[in-house]
């Protein structure tokens, strides 16, 4: 193999591979990143843990082809210390690859496995629907939901996101048993449906990927081709997602995710209105002084006032209030700090409104304004402190 | 013709040799111990052919005259006891007068002694007790007695003997017995013509039992109570064994048996030690000799307490308490018995345990020598079963061992709230200087191995913990106090978890209802075989609410009659362990050295709930050794 790339090109792919190859994995081999000559004039990167994969294809000068197998974070590193300009990639006695920068002396050589030992990466069959989903939406769903996902891998359903999608509408449902967030927006010209588990990993992956394909659409300062947007496609277990040359695939969680829809309370008892930035602030000073144990802040609404209290044995008390419009009987509940202030942090609005039952009823928390483009909720169950 | 008639002596001293000597080891025991009344300075003891072949103890100490010689083979005769009265201050180990007729009926014995001040010996050779031949003989000072044949005239009882290997291996424990209860004395046991045990004189009981446990690594304890004293060398836990024929209990320099002493030692690791597992090691325990009564088996193997539960309650304050910090300190490479010596508590002096108990208790003055008016109850029981004795002294020193909190329940153990300052007041004056001592909190991370491990740079070597037992410990400790101030607080779920049970766990927990709520559990019966789990315990998010409800119930249908509190103790162990920080998990700095602080704050670190240890340590010297810098 002898080609030429671009540095951006190929390290703006290896960014991708290099978050995807399994690097402390069991099997070896997944710690390597595929490079390979595909077709004239074009290099494919790729990687896989093998629950994702992803791969992209970049412009480049091919002398010969071939292909390698070498160390994802090894490669990275090496070319990110490489001059912006031309790279030179070569394979020599097809185990090694040898790195340099053109026009300079700086060269890497790299010991790495020929490419046929690389596992072949799921493919959709052509003709499959596409789905075509914003970037923009996507991430700003994820973003406001993924902070919810449970990280015990253990509890396959929790430990991954519900994105459903139907009518066009497109929502992604995400808890860890203990609360719950729902983010839903609408998605142009649809009129199939779909309904499935994405990992956390790969909820972090697709969410930069989105967030890549954004900034690359600014740089490009081109108004004329209008938002990017992101191809789904499904088959059999996987999920399939293509930006512009970028693919990336994800084994799909085979598990039941709970009856979400029976949790949310259709309506509250008390709701109060209340400043979103205040209520954080004033939650994440209080919760300096929460048992490190338990992270329980106390939450009470009383005449005109949301009262927040901390207290514990070996950290002693903590206590602020916001102002607020309310005038009904005192309310006392008990929280995860930092289930609330996670939630306060993802709502986009200054305003927020805070359900609330019994002292052991869930908390419904949504912003103040609701809009059809963009609609979030999120449901904490209360903490018996 | 009547048909009663008394038995010839002869037969009555077989009879009797039945519950004397019951195989060598028993006959050694009684020899050995004879010599050390007669106040040896050594003791050798020859055993051949497990014993039944030939056994011998000579011993340096005073000697017989031949008269006292000839007495001393007859039933009853000894020159231990004089009138009733002495046998409650006994201090010497035999004192009935049975042993050596009863062995002597059962063999071929032969006695050679010499008093210092006769400047001829005496040898008396008998066979079954009978055809005694005395011969004077040159002899040095002292009595060599010998055992040959053993039960040849009672071949039922030689049936029963077992290999010459097992008898032999009797032997051998009773003299390691011996040897403990007299630190003071050189024994030498010679097996089959080859010397196995040389145990020379040591200076303190710690010595001695250092050179029987070479490479145990024990924990050293030492505290009292009133009048009683505790002084104990235990392995640490994960050397524990089931059962506790590894445990030697010392009574007043008696070893003895005793099921409730080895369970209250065993007892006082707390969940550490498993069910039915034991310490290995030595336990000492002194108190005045009126406040215990040894004339209660002829092997005196068992002693009766006057108040055992008051005994109980001091042993198990006593040991919990120094276990509990000497097992909590990361184990430093240098001392000679693996633990901290007792002069560093954890942190500086007693302000530290007057923070951690603030109730008002009495000055430990004040709980060593007043006898609280709670304890007339006490007074009571030991007048009852000691009636024969001068009551009120026994009463009063009885009393002081059961301090006020032993009066109540029971559930006293758990909470442990007895009294046992005096154990730190032991501690500062002993105090001997050394800087063994490390703290969790001063080991700086360096590092996670294998999602496994927490590498740890200490100031005398490298710490490994592992990283789940350690968090499953501190896990249980503040899941044990939360629950202990009623304090558990309780993580509401999204998804009630539905968990299938039987019909009669469902009945308890039915029944357990307001502890398992308690316990942080909120747990509502959905049918005869079915329970929906609410809400969970915050400090256990991580684990499977099914789990936990199976591990509380589970334990709570085995305990059966145990009560509750222990049940819950360990079913709190298990939930900890279930819930708490796994191997495979990443930790971050911060988090690893929050780890270690925490470790500071809670009794046993060293163990995890189960009594894994949770460190390693290599010291630099032996890193230095490995890589040749030394």
Redesign the interface.
Do not use: C, F, Q, Y
């Given at each position: 193999m002898q080609v030429v790339v671009t540095k951006k090109d190929f390290s703006r792919i290896l960014d991708r591979c290099q978050g995807v190859a399994d690097k402390k994995g069991t099997m070896p081999v997944l710690g390597n990143v595929l490079v390979e000559v595909v077709g004239p004039g074009q290099l494919r990167l790729a990687a896989t843990d093998l629950f994702l994969a992803v791969s992209g294809v970049i412009p480049a000068q091919v002398d010969k082809g071939g292909s390698i197998a070498v160390g994802a974070r090894d490669l990275f590193e090496r070319v990110r210390m490489m001059p912006e300009g031309q790279l030179s990639l070569s394979v020599v006695d097809g185990t090694a690859l040898t790195l340099k920068a053109v026009g300079t002396a700086r060269r890497f050589t790299i010991h790495g496995l020929p490419g046929s030992e690389f596992p072949q990466l799921p493919k959709p069959e052509p003709g499959l629907p596409q789905l075509n989903i914003p970037v923009g939406t996507l991430s700003a769903l994820i973003q406001s939901t993924q902070f919810s996902i449970s990280t015990?891998d253990?509890?396959l359903a929790l430990n991954s996101a519900l994105i459903e999608e139907e009518n066009g509408r497109l929502r992604i449902v995400t808890?860890d048993?203990?609360?719950?967030t729902k983010a839903e927006a609408n998605i142009p010209n649809t009129s199939s449906s779909h309904t499935m588990l994405i990992p956390l990993k790969g909820i972090q992956q697709l969410k930069r990927i989105c967030d890549d394909a954004m900034a690359e659409a600014a740089k490009a300062d081109d108004a004329s081709s209008g938002e990017p947007t992101l191809e789904l496609m499904r088959q059999g277990p996987n999920a399939f997602f293509r930006a512009g040359s970028l693919e990336f695939s994800v084994k799909l969680v085979d598990a039941q995710f709970?009856?979400y829809e029976q949790?949310i309370p259709s309506a509250s008892e008390r709701v109060v209105r209340a400043p979103r930035l205040g209520v954080a602030e004033a939650l994440k000073a209080v919760s300096v002084a929460a048992s490190?144990?338990?992270?329980?802040v106390k939450l009470t609404l009383t005449r005109d006032t949301m009262r927040f209290e901390t207290e514990s044995?070996e950290s002693g008390e903590g206590f602020d209030e916001v102002g607020i419009d309310y005038d009904g009987p005192d309310i006392t509940i008990?929280f995860?700090a930092k289930y609330f202030l996670d939630i306060a942090n993802a709502i986009p609005d200054d305003e927020i409104l805070v359900g609330l039952g019994g002292e052991?009823d869930?908390a419904v928390i949504r912003p103040a304004a609701t809009s059809d483009a963009f609609d979030f909720l999120a449901?904490v169950?209360?903490?018996?402190? | 013709m009547g048909r009663i008639e008394v038995l010839p002596s002869a037969l009555a001293s077989q009879i009797a040799a039945g519950e004397v000597v019951e195989r060598p080891a028993s006959a050694a025991k009684e020899l050995i111990e004879n010599a050390m009344d007669a106040g040896a300075q050594r003791c050798d003891i020859i055993c051949d052919g497990g014993g039944v072949t030939r056994l011998s103890v000579t011993d340096d100490g005073e000697g017989m005259s031949e008269e006292d010689a000839r007495l001393s083979l007859e039933r009853h005769a000894t020159s231990k006891l004089r009138s009733i009265d002495d046998l409650s201050h006994l201090t010497s180990y035999g004192f009935r007068g049975e042993a050596l007729p009863s062995i002597a009926s059962v063999c071929r014995l032969s006695l050679r002694t010499r008093r210092r001040e006769s400047e001829i010996g005496v040898t008396l050779e008998t066979a079954g007790g009978t055809q005694l031949k005395v011969t004077p003989a040159g002899l040095p000072v002292g009595t060599t007695i010998e055992v040959r044949d053993l039960f040849y005239n009672v071949p039922a009882r030689r049936k029963f003997l077992r290999s010459t290997g097992t008898e032999s291996s009797h032997v051998t424990n009773t003299v390691e017995g011996a040897a403990l209860t007299r630190p003071g004395i050189t024994f030498t046991l010679t097996r089959d013509e080859r010397l196995v045990r040389e145990l020379l004189r040591a200076n303190t009981r710690a010595e001695r039992v250092e050179q029987l446990f070479e490479q145990a690594n024990l924990v050293a304890i030492v505290g009292e109570r009133g009048p009683l004293k505790l002084e104990a060398y235990l392995t640490r836990p994960e050397r524990a064994r089931p059962g506790a024929s590894g445990l030697w209990l010392i009574v007043n320099e008696r070893v003895v048996r005793d099921r409730m002493l080895a369970t209250t030692i065993a007892q006082s690791f707390g969940s550490v030690l498993g069910a039915g597992h034991y310490p290995r090691g030595v336990v000492y325990i002194d108190l005045p000799s009126e406040l215990v009564d040894v004339n209660v088996h002829p092997q005196k193997t068992e002693v009766r307490f006057v108040d055992p539960r008051a005994t109980a309650d001091a042993v198990y304050s006593i040991a919990s308490r120094e276990l509990g910090s000497a097992l909590s300190l990361p184990p430093s490479p240098r001392n000679r018995f693996g633990v901290r010596n007792g002069n560093q508590p954890r942190t500086p002096g007693i302000s530290m345990w007057g923070k951690r108990k603030p109730d008002d208790e009495p000055t430990p003055d004040a709980a060593l020598r007043q006898p609280n008016p709670a304890d007339e109850q006490v007074v009571e029981a030991a007048t009852v079963t000691s009636s024969s004795l001068p009551a009120s002294s026994i009463a009063d020193s009885a009393a002081l061992i059961a301090t006020p909190s032993a009066q109540s329940t029971g559930l006293v153990r758990d909470i442990s709230e007895a009294s046992t300052h005096s154990t730190l007041l032991i501690r500062e004056n002993t105090a001997q200087t050394t800087s063994g001592d490390v703290r969790w909190s001063s080991l700086r991370f360096i590092a996670q191995l294998r999602q496994t491990f927490l590498l740890c740079e200490g100031p005398v070597g490298i710490y490994v913990l592992d990283q789940h037992a350690a968090a499953e410990r501190v896990a249980y400790q503040r899941l044990l106090d939360q629950y202990r101030s009623r304090t558990m607080a309780a993580q509401t779920l999204l998804f009630p978890v539905s968990v299938e049970l039987s019909p009669e766990q469902v009945e308890l927990v039915e029944q357990r209802s307001e502890e398992i709520a308690a316990v942080g559990l909120d747990v509502r019966v959905r049918g005869r075989q079915q329970v929906t789990v609410h809400a969970i315990p915050r400090l256990l998010q991580r684990a499977s609410p099914e789990r936990l409800l199976c591990d509380l119930v589970g334990e709570m249908a085995r305990s059966g009659g145990r009560g509750f509190s222990a049940a819950l103790e360990h079913a709190l162990s298990l939930m900890a362990c279930h819930g708490s920080l796994r191997a495979g998990d990443t930790i971050s700095q911060t988090e690893a050295q929050a780890l270690l602080g925490a470790l500071d704050t809670v009794d046993f670190a060293g163990h995890c709930a189960h009594g894994r240890p949770v460190v390693a340590v290599m010291s630099y010297n032996e890193l230095e050794r490995k890589v040749g810098r030394r």
């Open positions: 015990d253990s509890r808890t048993g203990h609360r719950l709970p009856p949790v490190d144990r338990t992270g329980g044995p008990g995860n052991l869930p449901v169950m209360p903490m018996r402190i | -």
